[in-house]
């Protein structure tokens, strides 16, 4: 009995040094003086070596500092001087920033078709030197994502799902050769600093609580003609139903061959974008190996899935649809049209609405017999002064759940841990975010939400089910500083009681820290 108590205190030694450690790190890097960033980097760095040298029981300690020592070093390296701009990557498809006002909420049919900004370097004369070069080498990128993340979950004290984890990925992307193709590559990494293995489900790292390391992208593009590509092999996508769910230390990526175009849609003109294409594979998030798309939906056969869909915008007006076949499988139709409407400099609204529709197609390979449901839902936000007001409402068929096998789920009331997407469910959210610049915190943002979802029923006997309530709360700091625009440090904390025979309650607390550095 002492010897589990014991156990139990070291335990909880650990986790608590891991947080304290996260926080501590961040505290000492808000507004330092310029002269003062190099001592509290290397400082950091000793801490850190003495924090993994508590952790005496893992049999990759070694590994870890080394991990631990070449990314914080490269830190104070790719710091830029004096006036050289930077700005953290926005598309992180589950980890956005808190949006000021409706012109930055992104709908998931927008998603599907927009660029990633360009971001500036960090070497800025090493491009210099590149300039009189080829294209292929004049524009080539490189950058290095550095990602911290401690994730705790307990169901009413019973069940644990605990892990801390250092990782990111570092890419690469050639400029164009010959102004028709290009090239890129991705290698993500995601390595245990904390996770007992009977304490495993975090989705951190690999099932077991261990570390891995992947390439997860090796892909070509092809420029057709201006604003029309071919994708080829392995690389990102984020649509609907099909994309990053980056929520975790390193996204899904996918295997496949796809086409997206673009025409006008400058200035609020008329603009049309469309893609259509076959993904083959997907690597899961927490996963170091590509399966096949049927096998990640959960049918044992290897099947891909065509996908197809365009939007049409026009002065604050989008609609667009998507449709997923994957052959004796499932169907995935997806729809949205959305709204925005600037009353005045400070106010505005957005309006949405969307539909999703599956269904069994062919041989019924999925679940061995035939099912259809669907899901609408509708949203309306209003943002003032830096406040956005979020009101949403989604009702589902009593045929079936609905499912997201190959991403994070669109529904307007999906939240932190519930998707709201159970058979004859309906959900209704309400969200009040807030960026705190008024007060003098302007790279301070903060959003707390309630869901509640009733009707749910059991597919299979049409019994009704419990209902579900989830209370989320976020905060975050992305320092506007020049030394630190890269950074980006997030609390989450979600409340969901159960309403089941067993009465449980899962508290989810995260803690995430990351550093985006554009080398090249």
């Known amino acids: 009995m002492q010897e589990s108590i014991g156990t139990m205190h070291t335990g909880l030694e650990k986790r608590l040094r891991c947080v304290a450690l996260l926080a501590e790190t961040s505290s000492r890097f808000v507004n330092p003086p310029a002269h003062?960033?190099?001592?509290?980097?290397?400082?950091?760095?000793?801490?850190?070596?003495?924090?993994?040298?508590?952790?005496?029981?893992?049999?990759?300690?070694?590994?870890?500092?080394?991990?631990?020592?070449?990314?914080?070093?490269?830190?104070?390296?790719?710091?830029?001087?004096?006036?050289?701009?930077?700005?953290?990557?926005?598309?992180?498809?589950?980890?956005?920033?808190?949006?000021?006002?409706?012109?930055?909420?992104?709908?998931?049919?927008?998603?599907?078709?927009?660029?990633?900004?360009?971001?500036?370097?960090?070497?800025?004369?090493?491009?210099?030197?590149?300039?009189?070069?080829?294209?292929?080498?004049?524009?080539?990128?490189?950058?290095?994502?550095?990602?911290?993340?401690?994730?705790?979950?307990?169901?009413?004290?019973?069940?644990?799902?605990?892990?801390?984890?250092?990782?990111?990925?570092?890419?690469?992307?050639?400029g164009?050769?010959?102004?028709?193709?290009?090239?890129?590559?991705?290698?993500?990494?995601?390595?245990?600093?904390?996770?007992?293995?009977?304490?495993?489900?975090?989705?951190l790292l690999k099932p077991g609580q261990e570390s891995y390391a992947v390439v997860?992208?090796?892909?070509?593009?092809?420029?057709?003609?201006?604003?029309?590509?071919?994708?080829?092999?392995?690389?990102?996508?984020?649509?609907?139903?099909?994309?990053?769910?980056?929520?975790r230390m390193t996204p899904n990526t996918f295997e496949g061959y796809t086409f997206k175009g673009a025409y006008g849609g400058k200035d609020g003109d008329l603009g049309f974008v469309y893609g259509f294409g076959y993904i083959d594979k997907i690597k899961p998030r927490n996963s170091d190996q590509f399966i096949s798309m049927s096998e990640a939906a959960g049918a044992d056969v290897n099947r891909g899935v065509f996908v197809g869909g365009a939007e049409v915008s026009y002065k604050g007006v989008t609609f667009g649809a998507i449709d997923y076949y994957s052959n004796d499988i499932i169907n995935i139709f997806y729809?949205?049209?959305?709204?925005?409407?600037?009353?005045?400099?400070?106010?505005?609204?957005?309006?949405?609405?969307?539909?999703?529709?599956?269904?069994?197609?062919?041989?019924?390979?999925l679940n061995g017999s035939s099912f259809q449901t669907n899901q609408f839902g509708t949203k309306a936000e209003m943002s003032y002064m830096r406040g956005i007001l979020t009101l949403a409402y989604t009702r589902n068929?009593?045929?079936a759940d609905l499912r997201n096998p190959w991403g994070g789920y669109p529904g307007y009331t999906s939240v932190q841990v519930e998707n709201f997407k159970r058979a004859g469910e309906n959900a209704i959210m309400a969200k009040l975010s807030y960026n705190f610049a008024r007060f003098g915190l302007e790279s301070v943002s903060s959003y707390v939400l309630f869901t509640h979802g009733w009707g749910a029923v059991d597919p299979s006997t049409?019994?009704?089910?419990?209902?579900?309530?989830?209370?989320?709360?976020?905060?975050?700091?992305?320092?506007?500083?020049?030394f630190l625009k890269g950074?980006?440090?997030?609390?989450?904390?979600?409340?969901?009681?159960?309403?089941?025979?067993?009465k449980n309650t899962i508290n989810n607390f995260r803690v995430i820290v990351n550093y985006d550095l554009p080398l090249l």
């Open 335 to 365: 729809a949205e049209g959305a709204y925005k409407l600037h009353v005045t400099d400070r106010l505005g609204f957005l309006l949405s609405a969307q539909l999703t529709d599956q269904r069994s197609v062919g041989e019924d390979l």
């Open 462 to 482: 049409k019994n009704s089910v419990p209902n579900r309530n989830e209370f989320d709360a976020d905060i975050q700091w992305r320092p506007q500083w020049r």
């Open 487 to 502: 950074l980006w440090f997030r609390v989450r904390y979600a409340y969901d009681p159960q309403y089941d025979a067993t």
């Open 36 to 174: 003062q960033i190099d001592g509290e980097t290397e400082d950091t760095q000793h801490r850190i070596c003495e924090f993994l040298s508590f952790f005496t029981t893992f049999p990759c300690q070694k590994r870890l500092r080394v991990i631990f020592s070449v990314f914080f070093l490269l830190i104070p390296a790719a710091l830029p001087g004096p006036g050289t701009p930077v700005s953290g990557q926005e598309y992180i498809r589950d980890t956005e920033p808190i949006p000021e006002s409706v012109d930055q909420v992104v709908t998931p049919i927008e998603l599907a078709f927009k660029e990633k900004p360009k971001i500036p370097r960090f070497f800025p004369w090493l491009k210099e030197q590149l300039e009189d070069t080829p294209p292929f080498f004049r524009d080539t990128k490189l950058d290095l994502n550095v990602r911290s993340y401690y994730f705790d979950q307990d169901k009413s004290g019973d069940i644990k799902n605990v892990a801390c984890t250092l990782g990111g990925a570092l890419s690469y992307r050639s």
């Open 176 to 203: 164009w050769f010959l102004d028709r193709f290009s090239l890129g590559t991705v290698f993500y990494t995601s390595q245990k600093v904390y996770g007992p293995p009977d304490e495993d489900g975090t989705l």
């Open 397 to 399: 068929s009593k045929e």
């Open 216 to 247: 997860g992208q090796i892909y070509g593009k092809v420029k057709v003609f201006e604003d029309n590509f071919i994708n080829l092999y392995r690389y990102q996508i984020d649509t609907p139903f099909i994309n990053q769910n980056d929520n």
